[in-house]
Structure formats: structure tokens, C-alpha cells
């Protein structure tokens, strides 16, 4: 059985099951290892991506739910020569200590930024209630978020 | 599109094997045993060969090995400027390389805060004698006098312009060889890279989808197992209900997965309750579980390796609901865990005592404090990936002592040490001992089904919670004795708790949680009270303040009714919180500032700097009173009295009518003797001031009789961004003192800052962690 999905701008044939959870699909089948698995239960949003535009948990959404829909993943945004905004305000800001939440921090961020460029501090911190970081990274990262908004966080 | 290619990352794993050896060449080994070699600084005492730690490549490049692994806190990075400092090479020529059995110097555990002190001295005084030997290599060859040549980026250059490159000189240099530590280190005047807020080299990959995780790793034919787990501690598999498995198999995935935390809820269904049992029978299971290739069973260890993740989730949640275990012995009563715990055998210990007369007319006051069991709790659930490849075992873990590990493994697989390799890869963040080493005995018992083929196996987030070893539950009384004048003239303390150290380091067992359960089970080593200084339960136990009669006793509750070990601190965390809070009462009852009155009791000059700093910063006013909602606290200490100096001071609003505390700010006031890189240890020192808000506001495992029910993040939950307070740090850069360990330095003063502040506000004191709304509005009234 293969359903095909479209990620970071290309369509994929997967051989996966139709009630398979997006994460799997990601990681495995199509080597991204940005979304992370945390919990399988929609609590931390480590496996957070973006759904056209809207972030959504991908451990507890089925590859049969997704239709023509556009997934953008960490992977989709930027490289390491080219980072988007928010990735590059990460490095600057070094807004990680091991890092595991990240990728579904900046996806959860990205969702914020496009819908609201410039967010108030109190904006971004509201916005990343749902991203657990278990380090204490929380204040670089809001700080990350607001200085990728004054890089222009929109591309 | 990525720039860490994976293929580079599994190189970078252990792809490669190096033409080395980590053994001392025959005229080492056959010194006489009674001639006993010269101590060395930090870890080159146990590592002696320079060729251990640095070689340089015919590249002129070096390739620095270290025993410490990176768990998030910065280290490799702090490492690598350390190396570079003293080879003065740049730092983009430093190549690290970081726990490995086969390739790296044995430094036990990445633990306590001691890698800059242990590692990072190790690297300073091995950077040191390599460069001199280069030196000197290049003095014969240019005919000049060592002292007259200069070095910059691996270049050798002469008075008269002549020069030569660490590339030019490698082949001739001979790094096989004990260290002497004989070349002074470089002078912190001269240091260039060392206290620079060097960028961290693991970011990167982080931020842009990059292989950077021991869950990225893919290796060519990997399959996917999960562990079936008892439904509690020393329950026993007795069979499975195959009927129940082609009733449940077509339920999907992501119903599956809500199905799952009904599952782990279960009470044990013993065999006789109706069901119809069968024996383990491998080749009806597989033909019943879509895309497994084996299902493992050896006594009560049970789990499944499938093609996809998803089969071998989906088929270790049909295999859970369809085994029957034999339930174990029932947990205490919540509660009434303190009781409990009190009421068990202790093996007691006088671990610090000073005798004076005690004057006339004291005041003497006494309380208790209470600390919960807290979990660990990393954010991605532990992982490993192993693979059986010729009678050979390598495993791929994100262990915090890839050598220890290994001991357990051997035992636990029946094999040599010799014949596993252990190699380190990131994992979500750890916090000290949780299922990281677990995992790896559960990837490698799973690998020896797999014909050849690597496993991965990751735990699933209830898995996590359930069995990770927490952080003891502990209990701190004490008693003090305030004189006339106000000064504190008596100083008991007692702390109880279970041991703060399960690790495989442990002697005398395996502690590694499969190895228990299977057929032949083995058992878990006893555990140890462990001495002071770094002590475990009593780790910070003994003031730094000047009493001039104290009494402080360790008591050990040997038995141990939830699986614990070293949580972050261990024992420091809940008896700063303890003793800081008690220094606040008896500076109430003297009528005394909390900053005037610590400040009177303490010698340490560097104690005092890092109070009264912190007083500066936050621009504390003596004698200031809460207004029922807003106030604000201190508290300090002396990480380990031998570590970093962390004083904070935190400021609260209570919420009468909802109980809940905030945060709004923290100070904090840092000496960690000379710094290696600044943002590194603002980042550590931050992360640990808001993990410990969390741990102090918020966390407490929950279980009852029969089983724990913090298994997720709503049972379990953690301090999130909006809660998080803004944090202001001051550093103390002391270069002409020694490094000192920084990573669990500021968790015990920030939970005694809060609690303080609570008390400044409210007149009301909490003596039982966490400070809950339920705690606040109970206590209000």
C-alpha cells in the first residue's frame, strides 16, 4: 500500500499504512529528522510541522487524513548556508542546551510569525505554551522568536 | 539539502576505526606494580597517555578524545576551546571526539559537574605538553632555542622568519607517551579562545533538521523494536491470550495510541480470570502482527522487532494487552510516603560534627521540610540503537558513561567487554540517570534476534515515566539554637533519603532494568552511602556558613519502594532548599535581614561576593516587608562546597484566591572560579534556575497501591514559556582561580529563593515541595 504525500515542496510515495502517523512517514521514510517523537499524544509538540500554514501535531495525524495538503517541515525552510530567520536567530541567540524541542519550537513559531509578524514578547511566550522545553531554555528561545521577527520572520 | 550528511554522522559513530591504541606500550606495563606512578592532574591520572587525549594529524590538525559526552550543557564545545587554547591551533582545527570504549579515554560517568574540572584539566595540561613537544622538535630542526620560537594557528616560527607547521612536524612527533604535566599551561593573560562565548558545535544540526541525535541515526537495514513492559514494578509474565490479539489487531494506529494509555492504566491480569492463556509461541505471534520479524521473550522481558516503527508500536501495544503478568509487590501509599520512608531500616552516618559550649538563654526552633519523588523527565523518550555483527555488540547510546555501560551490558548479555562497543550519540536532554542506559540493554537483547540487522529502539512516552529511576523522595529536619545576640549557636540537621545512585558505575549488580526480568534475573547492585564531600542524599547537607556547633546526619533508607537514582543534584537540590529556608526562619526570629544575617555567618569571601552581588543586582533593600501578595528571597550555595558559588534572589506574586505562585523575576550572582566560555555557562546557569522553578512549583510523581499515574505530560506537567520568570545573571570571572563544575549549581538556591519569597510575602511558610496551589491555599487559610 503507498500513499503519497507532499513535503517541503515535493510529492512522495510512501509505503506505509493509510492510519500511520505523519512523524513516522517523516523520519523514516523520508530520512527528515527535524519533528521529533516526545510523547505520541499531542502534549509537548516536539513533532510539531506545519500543515498549509497551520501547525500541527504530525504523531497523532494520520497520512490517510492528509489529501493534497502541503507539509513544511524544519528541513523545508532553510540550510545551514542558506537559514531562514528563525534558524538563524536559534544559532545567534544559541537558544538550545540539548536541543530536542527545537525543531517543533521554530515550526510552532513559524506558524506565529505568519500570522503575526511582529508579536509582543507576551505574544510569542503565548504562542509557544504547547512546546514543552524540559532545559530551561525558555527565555532564549522567546528571544530567538523576537529577533527572527525584526529579521522579518515572513519569507 | 542537509548539511550533516548521514552518512557522515555514522562515520563520525564509529564509521571510522582509528590506527591507535589506548594501550600503554609493554615497557609501561611492565613497570613494577610496587612503583607507584606520579599523581597527574584531573583525569590524566587515569588516562596517562597523551596520545589518549591529542593527536595531530598530518594535516597539522589535532583530534582531541574525550571520555565526557555532550548532554546538551555545552561541554564538547568547552573542550575544544580548551584544547585549541593550549595547542594554539584554531578552534575550526580541533576535530573532538567524545565517548567511545574503543576510541576514548574511560572517564567514568559525564556527571556532577566535573567535566571542566576533570577532562578540561586533563586537556590543559596534555594541550600543554604537546605543544611543547612540538616545540621542541622545531627547535632541533631550525637550530634555534625553543624559548625564541612562537606559535600562531599551528605555525612554528623563528626569530629570523624561518617557520614551520604543526603538518611538517607530526609524523616526527611522538605522542605515544605518558603524560608528564611538567609544561605549564598557558597563563589566563594569554588565553585568546578560553572565555570566549564561543558558538556551540552542536547548534547547527540542531536548528536545521540535521543528523544530530542517537534517534537520527539511520543505519543501512535498520529495523524498529519496542519493549512490552510489566503493568509495575517485579510483575511477572505468566502467558498471553491469543484470542485478544486478532480481536484488537485492526484498531488503528492513532486510536491505538489513546488505546495505549489505557492500556499502560491496567491493573495486571493474572492468568485464571476467565481468559484462555498460551504459551510463548513466536511463529503464531508473527504470523499475527503484520510486519514483525521477531518477537523476544526471555522470562519477563518481552518485546518485538518489526520493518516499520509503527508495526513494532502497534505490535507491542497488541502484545501488552494480550500478555498476563502475575502482578508484584504494591507501592506505598502516596500518601503517607514520608511516614513510609521514615519508618524504614537507615543506615546512619555523623558526616560532619563541631563542638562548642552552647551559651545561655538560646532560642531554639526546629522544623521539617519534604521533598517529593521527581522525574527526570527528558523531553524525547530514551533511544539506542544496537547491532550483533560477527559475535560483536556495538550500541549506539546516549549514556552518561559509555564505559560503565558497557560492564552492565557484558553482564546482562553474557558476553565480554571486549566484544561491545558503546558509542555516544546525543539524546534529548537527561538530567542525570534516567532510561538512557536502560534502553541500550533492551536495543542489544532485541539485536541478537535480528540476524545481523541494526535495532533501534526508543521508548514510548509512558514507558519513560513509569521506568526511569526518579529522584528520591526526602525528608530534612532541623534544629538550631539562635543566642541572645542573634547569631546561630547550634546548627542539627538529619536528611533522609534512598540512595541518589542506581547507575551501572554502582558495583556489586547489574542496573540495568531488563536484566531483572529475565529468565535468569539478576539483580540490581546494594546501594551505598556515598562520602562526603560530593556526598549523595547529604550532598550539600553541611552549611558553608560558620556555626560554631553543628550536627550533621546522613540516614539511608536502604530499601527502595519506587526505582530511583541521580537526579540533577541529587540530594544538593532539597537541602539548600531545607537549609536556606531554615536560615530565613531563624534570621525572622533574630528580627534580622536575610542578606545581613547570612552575610554575618559566612567566612568565604567569594560566598560573600556572590550575596552581596546578587543584593546589588536585584537591589534588595534590608528590612523590606511582603504585602501579602508580592515578595521577594534569597538563597545560596556552594555547589557541592567545592564548585561553583550561586546566590539568587527571586521575586513572587501569590494569588490568594487561586493559590498559584508566579515568578516574575530572578538574580542571580555566579563565581565559577575562571570561566571558559561565558554564554555557556549563562546558558547553564539560567536552564537551571527555570528547571528548578518547575521542579519547585510544579513536579511530584503520583502513584497508588498498585501503580505510578504520572505517565504523560497532562499527569506529569512542567513549567512552560509564559511561566517562565526573566532572569538576570551576573557573572564573576575569577581567571586566576580553577574552573569550577556549573551545572547543577543554581537549582537548590533558586528553589530556596522562591520559597523564601513566598514567606516574605505571604508571613506563611511551605516546608513541602512542590509549592502547589493546593499547598498556598491551604496553608493562607
Sequence with gaps: ?155 | MNAISRRDFAAGLGGITLAFTLAPRPAFAQQPAAQQPARLPGSLDNNRLLDAWIRIGADGNATVCTGKVELGQGIVTALAQIAAEELDLPLDRVQMISGDTERTPNEGVTAGSQSTENSGTALRFAGAQVRAILLELAAKRLGADAVSLSVADGVIAAPDGRKLSYAELAAAADLHREATAQVRPKPASRHRIVGKSIARRDIPAKVVGGVAFVQDLRLPGMLHGRVVRPPGYGAKLEGFDLARIKAVRDGTLVGWIAEREMLQSRIARPLGDGTKSEEFDQARLKALLPGVVAVVRDGSFLGVIAEREEQAIKASLVLAESARWKAGPPLPDQVHIYDHLLALPTEDKVVNEKQAALPEGVKVIEATYRKPYMAHAAIGPSCAVAQLSDGKMTVWTHSQGVFPLRGNLAMGLKMRPESIRCIHAEGSGCYGHNAADDVALDAALLARAAAGRPVRVQWMRADEFLWEPFGPAMVMKARAALSPDGRIADWNYDVWSNTHSTRPSEPGGNNLLASWYLAEPQRPSPPRMQPQPNGGGDRNAVPLYDFPRQRITNHLIREMPLRVSALRTLGAYANVFAMESFMDELALLANADPVAFRLAHMKDARARAVIEAVAKKAGWKPGERGDGRKGRGIGFAKYKNLATYVAVIADVEVDRASGRIAVPHVYAAVDAGQIVNPDGLENQIEGGIVQSMSWTLKEEVKFDRSEISSRDWATYPILTMPEAPSVEIELIDRPEERSLGAGEASQGPAAAAIANAFAAATGKRLRELPLTPARVKAVLG
Excluded: W
Design chain 1, 1 to 155: 500500500m503507498a500513499i503519497n504525500i507532499k513535503v517541503n515542496g515535493a510529492t512522495h510515495s510512501v509505503p506505509a499504512e493509510p492510519d500511520t502517523p505523519l512523524l513516522y512517514v517523516l523520519r523514516n521514510d523520508l530520512g527528515l529528522n527535524a519533528a521529533k517523537f516526545g510523547c505520541g499524544l499531542a502534549q509537548c509538540g516536539a513533532c510539531t510541522v506545519l500543515i498549509d500554514g497551520k501547525p500541527v501535531r504530525s504523531c497523532v495525524t494520520s497520512i490517510d487524513t492528509l489529501g493534497q495538503s502541503e507539509i513544511t517541515t524544519v528541513e523545508g525552510l532553510g540550510t545551514l548556508e542558506r537559514p531562514h530567520p528563525l534558524q538563524a536567530a536559534f544559532m545567534a541567540e544559541q537558544a538550545a542546551q540539548c536541543g530536542y524541542c527545537i525543531a517543533g519550537v521554530i515550526m510552532a513559531a513559524k506558524a506565529l510569525l505568519d500570522r503575526n509578524p511582529q508579536p509582543s514578547e507576551a505574544e510569542v511566550r503565548q504562542g509557544l505554551a504547547e512546546n514543552l522545553c524540559r532545559c530551561g531554555t525558555h527565555n532564549r528561545i522567546v528571544r530567538a522568536v523576537l529577533r527572527a521577527a525584526q529579521m522579518g520572520g515572513r519569507i
